[in-house]
């Protein structure tokens, strides 16, 4: 298996859009570059043969797998006190492609884990939607899940390398990443501000299919550097 160039650790609440942004990078990188890995996925799968559940209907944005999320919490947080590079260590195996995007990492132990092996690669993205936009998406606040490391282990304890777009309107905020432009926006913004001016992919509204250099590469700038890979339009060309 060869080393990944560029490992992105999405975070964010339930219904923030983690799996959304995760997809939109899939597809502009194309499934050759670019993949999704899911922590959830071989939990999910282990919790349903063990429960005996349907594990697809465990995998979408369904009522079914809101019904079970709790239990599977409980359940995945038995195994990690056991193990806790168990789910990290399962999703890598085997994976070929030179980008990695992790939709769904909740543990600071996840962080930790991703940061140990992979080192500077590694890439902390924070996926921010309001509430008001996640109860459209059908979230509803529930005790022992919200209020849970599950939902909170993040808050704390992490310097995201990108995070929530600025107002429209900031200074340097032409210069963010907007993954989409449909209702409740989700964007990262590298940081600090002064990194942007030097940021040379501009994906802002009103839509990042418009940014000229997308098919080139995407690019990633902040304070300790750049990470840029190519681009699913044919252009192998880097920045950087
Ligand atoms: N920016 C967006 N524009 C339009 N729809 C979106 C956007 N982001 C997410 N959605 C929609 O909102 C719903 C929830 O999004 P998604 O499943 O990506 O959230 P999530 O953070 O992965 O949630 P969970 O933690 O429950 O898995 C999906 O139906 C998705 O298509
Ligand atoms: C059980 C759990 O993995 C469910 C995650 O489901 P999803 O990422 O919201 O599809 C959450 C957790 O591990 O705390």
Not at 43 to 51: T, V
Not at 142 to 161: I, K, M, N, R, W
Request: glycine share 10%; hydrophobic share 35%.
């Amino acid at each position: 298996m060869a080393a990944p160039r560029a490992v992105l650790l999405l975070s964010g609440k339930r219904k923030s859009g983690k799996d959304f942004v995760a997809e939109q990078l899939r597809s502009r990188l194309g499934p050759a570059v670019c993949c999704v890995l899911r922590l959830s996925a071989p939990l999910k799968e282990r919790y349903a043969e063990e429960h005996g559940l349907d594990f697809q209907r465990l995998l979408d944005a369904s009522a079914y797998k809101e019904t079970y999320r709790q239990d599977m919490i409980r359940w995945g947080e038995e195994k990690r006190r056991a193990d806790p590079g168990f789910f990290c260590r399962t999703v890598v195996e085997g994976v070929e492609q030179p980008v990695w995007v992790v939709s769904d990492t909740r543990r600071l132990s996840d962080v930790e884990w991703f940061r140990h092996v992979y080192g500077d690669a590694v890439q902390t993205v924070r996926v921010v939607a309001s509430e008001e936009t996640r109860k459209r998406r059908n979230w509803v606040f529930v005790a022992g899940v919200d209020d849970a490391e599950s939902e909170c282990g993040l808050d704390q304890g992490v310097a995201f390398d990108w995070g929530p777009c600025l107002p429209p309107g900031a200074r340097g905020c032409c210069c963010s990443v907007t993954l989409s432009c449909g209702s409740g926006t989700v964007s990262c913004v590298p940081r600090p501000l002064r990194a942007q001016r030097r940021f040379p992919v501009c994906l802002s509204c009103p839509g990042w299919g418009r940014c000229l250099h997308w098919n080139k590469a995407l690019m990633l700038r902040n304070t300790r550097g750049c990470v840029s890979f190519p681009g699913g339009g044919g252009n192998s060309g880097h920045w950087g």
